[in-house]
Nanobody, 125 residues
Framework: QVQLQESGPGLVKPSQTLSLTCTVS??????????WSWIRQPPGKGLEWMGS???????YYSPSLKSRTSISRDTSKNQFTLQLTSVTPEDTAVYYC?????????????????WGQGTQVLVSS
C-alpha cells in the first residue's frame, strides 16, 4: 500500500517561498511509469494541478505557475518537494501530493491512484 504524506509550514508570509515535502512509503518514486504531482485546492474552488515529477526525474509545470514553481526529489529519502516563490494570499489552499500512472496535468481526482491527506497553507502577514 503506497502512502503519501505532505509536510511543511502551515503559515507563510506574502512574498516568501513556500516549501512542501511529500514523503512516500510503500513504493519507490523511481518506479517506472508513475508520476508524482502537486495539486492544490483554494477555498471554495476546484482542484488545480501545479506540476509533476516523473519516475525518471523529468518535470512538468502548469503554465500559469511555471515561473514560480519548482519540483525536485530526493530519491535516497523517497521524497519530492514543491517550492513556490513569491506567494500571495491567492496561494492559500490545501496542498496535496498524489501519484498517477503516466499522466500529468489532470484535475480529476480519479486519475490519481494515491493521495496524501493534504496540508493547509495560509498565506498571510
Amino acid at each position: 500500500q503506497v502512502q503519501l504524506q505532505e509536510s511543511g509550514p502551515g503559515l507563510v508570509k506574502p512574498s516568501q517561498t513556500l516549501s512542501l515535502t511529500c514523503t512516500v512509503s510503500g513504493g519507490s518514486i523511481t518506479t517506472n511509469d508513475y508520476y508524482w504531482s502537486w495539486i492544490r485546492q483554494p477555498p471554495g474552488k476546484g482542484l488545480e494541478w501545479m506540476g509533476s515529477i516523473t519516475y525518471s526525474g523529468s518535470t512538468y509545470y502548469s503554465p500559469s505557475l511555471k515561473s514560480r514553481t519548482s519540483i525536485s526529489r530526493d530519491t535516497s529519502k523517497n521524497q519530492f518537494t514543491l517550492q513556490l516563490t513569491s506567494v500571495t494570499p491567492e496561494d492559500t489552499a490545501v496542498y496535496y501530493c498524489a501519484r498517477s500512472p503516466v499522466l500529468y496535468g489532470s484535475v480529476r481526482y480519479s486519475d490519481y491512484d494515491y493521495w496524501g491527506q493534504g496540508t493547509q497553507v495560509l498565506v498571510s502577514s
